[in-house]
């Protein structure tokens, strides 16, 4: 029982009582109106010396409970203290001051928080990319940078990247090498890029500042591979019980030896060619095959690649608290 008034009774009875007319139980949009516990539209004042709440929201003038937006909670909690509905605004102010606390103090730790409960932590997580209207985008000065030349592979020039995107860099060195091997007979004497670390924002937003700000990315544009020189056989040695001792590895380079350099270029090889047999059709399924395979081992989270917008020449591998592809 509140305010004189049975829940037993029809809601037109309640109303009328009230002063007020029925109103519907939801807006056109499906979001629930609250306005106590008797759903009423506005009429007569409902309760003495108090005007009758008057909103312009859809749904026979009621207010609509929004999901996740705390100014219309606290806009929604005024006008309901003002109106009487005491107990549904102190609900709402709890649930929006939750909100509140989620949105605004903890806004730069949500995406950090979610991967360290999924098992994948990162320390340029919790960074900001946000860059305020009005500020011009620049790296933050609170990240350790390094110069990094590659451990597994070399890189033609060396990069400048934040020290905890180091071991993401040597992940896919590992798998390049690997890959490359299996089909070329041996890994690339160079990658190929268009740099690391760059001040600016993301490409057609100035509210986001690029991963590359933050050092946590590489532009790779392909890879070089050196001539090898044809081997002059020595001597034969005449010790009898000398066995020969022959990795895969080096029997793969032996079956190789004598060719000539050669380059694999993201801008000129992505592409399938047209002759199956071609260098440029083994090129292009190299290319392929190492996107899939750093997706599916999650050696980056961020993959870009030709097809989309600015990205025609390279492959953009980052570290950002997203994980997305995009061709």
């Known amino acids: 029982m509140r305010g004189g008034l049975h829940e037993g009774r029809p809601r037109a009875e309640r109303c009328r009582r009230r002063g007020l007319r029925q109103a519907p139980a939801r807006t056109p949009r499906g979001r629930l109106l609250v306005a106590g516990r008797v759903r009423c539209g506005p009429g007569a004042p409902s309760k003495p010396g108090r005007p009758a709440l008057e909103t ?14 705390t100014v219309g909670y606290y806009a929604t909690c005024a006008a309901m203290l003002y109106s009487g509905g005491v107990v549904y605004a102190r609900i709402a102010i709890v649930i ?3 909100l509140l606390i989620w949105n605004v103090l903890l806004s730069r730790q949500q995406e950090a928080i979610a991967n360290r409960l999924r098992g994948d932590p990162y320390e340029l997580d919790s960074i900001s990319r946000v860059i305020p209207p009005g500020v011009h985008a620049r790296c933050p000065p609170d990240i350790a940078v390094i110069e990094y030349a590659g451990l597994a592979l070399t890189y033609a020039t060396p990069l400048r990247v934040a020290a ?43 509210d986001r500042l690029s991963e590359h700000a933050l050092g946590n990315a590489l532009d790779v544009s392909g890879f070089e591979f050196d001539a ?17 001792a022959t990795t895969d590895a080096s029997a793969a380079d032996k079956s190789r030896v004598g060719e000539a350099a050669f380059t694999i270029s993201v801008l000129q090889h992505w592409k399938p ?39 025609a020449d390279h492959l953009h591998f980052d570290q950002g608290p997203w994980s997305y592809t995009a061709f």
Request: proline share 9%; hydrophobic share 35%.
């Open 228 to 244: 090898r020189p044809r081997e002059v056989p020595g001597p034969k040695s005449k010790k009898p019980g000398r066995e020969k």
């Open 96 to 98: 929006g001051l939750g």
């Open 56 to 69: 312009r929201a859809p749904g026979a003038g009621m207010v609509p409970f929004p999901a996740r937006k």
């Open 164 to 206: 905890s995107f180091a071991p993401r860099l040597a992940m896919f060195e590992r798998l390049v090498a690997t890959l490359a091997t299996r089909q070329y007979g041996r890994a690339p004497d160079r990658i190929l890029h268009l740099g690391a670390r760059a001040c600016r924002s993301v490409r057609g937003r100035a």
């Open 273 to 311: 060619a047209l002759q199956l047999q071609s260098d440029a059709a083994r090129h292009s399924a190299f290319l392929h095959e190492l996107t899939r395979r750093t997706i599916a081992e999650h050696v980056f989270r961020g993959v870009i690649g030709p097809g989309h917008e600015g990205h």
